[in-house]
């Protein structure tokens, strides 16, 4: 640990603490000085805890003062033995730090976050050849209960009709609510099929085919029966559709207007540079 002493480190440490706890505060009245670097009142109003005993709060001042001063002398030091390229290193990421900062204002300034529908299509049917499941999707039903409910004949009902009707979809929703361990019930909504797989006990190999020839799972483990209804499905590598690509697509057109804004900051700054002749380019 270093020591703190004014005749090897020249350091002024003035430890003003009575004037810290009291009605005045005079701006720029000093606490510590190490080398050219000051600590000032202002600089730690607000850091002692509260409901601290006037002791404890004295310690506190001593203590972050000391270690204050600690750091100023090891960072002096530091400074002292990097080299230029670190320095340029440090330089370079404030700045990166300072535009990104920037950049980030003006675009929440200016960005207009709505996306429509149409702005949607237009972009999904323009860059189709970017929108390749990766995996299986479905929408689909999906109840689980226990293996003694006595809803699942009801339930096994309303899945074998050919299409699910709206007064369908509202039973099986008050039979969730009432009897249901977990259940997805909105047939509007792609998912990915793996996800519906780790939920329940089967395992397909051929996931593709299996798709295609069952659209509707019952099983049961010792203790669950879980029920599922497909619904519709597309298979990988076919093209996605729009409505599971949504969210991209809104995220990718929100990227292109921010890109938009920076771009558009950028020229008219440098046009006024060039403009009030603040650049000048020095030929060798």
Same mark, same amino acid.
């Given at each position: 640990m270093f020591s703190i002493q004014s005749n090897k480190f020249k350091i002024i440490v003035l430890v003003l603490v009575i004037g810290l $706890? =009291?009605?005045?505060?005079?701006?720029? =009245?000093? *606490?510590?000085k190490v080398y050219d670097n000051y600590l000032y009142e202002k600089d730690i109003e607000g850091l002692v805890p509260e409901g601290l005993s006037s002791s404890d709060s004295l310690s506190f001042v001593q203590n972050y003062i000391k270690q204050w001063v600690? !750091?100023? +002398?090891? #960072?002096n030091k530091a400074k002292k033995n990097i080299d230029d390229d670190f320095t340029r290193q440090l330089e370079d990421y404030k700045n990166s730090l300072i535009l990104n900062s920037y950049e980030a204002k003006i675009v929440n300034q200016l960005i207009d976050t709505n996306v429509s529908q149409q702005e949607i299509e237009k972009y999904y049917n323009e860059n189709l050849d970017n929108f390749i499941l990766r995996d299986n999707i479905v929408k689909l039903l999906y109840i689980k209960l226990d293996k003694k409910s006595g809803a699942i004949n009801q339930i096994k009902n309303i899945f074998s009709k050919e299409t699910i009707s709206e007064k369908d979809l509202l039973q099986l929703d008050n039979i969730s609510k009432k009897s249901s361990i %977990? !259940? $997805? #019930?909105?047939p509007n909504v792609w998912i990915i099929f793996n996800d519906i797989i780790k939920e329940i006990p089967i395992n397909p190999i051929d996931k593709e085919l299996f798709l295609k020839t069952n659209k509707i799972i019952n099983v049961s483990d010792n203790n669950f029966t879980f029920l599922v209804k497909i619904l519709e499905y597309k298979v990988? /590598? =076919?093209?996605?559709p729009i409505s599971f690509e949504k969210q991209t697509i809104r995220g990718l057109i929100l %990227?292109?207007? @921010? +890109?938009?804004?920076? /771009? @558009?900051?950028? @020229?008219? *700054? #440098?046009?006024e540079a060039y403009d009030k002749k603040e650049v000048e380019i020095f030929s060798k």
């Open positions: $706890f =009291s009605c005045s505060k005079e701006e720029g =009245s000093p *606490l510590a600690e !750091s100023q +002398i090891i #960072l %977990n !259940s $997805f #019930l909105d990988s /590598n =076919s093209t996605s %990227n292109k207007r @921010k +890109i938009e804004i920076i /771009n @558009k900051m950028k @020229k008219e *700054l #440098l046009k």
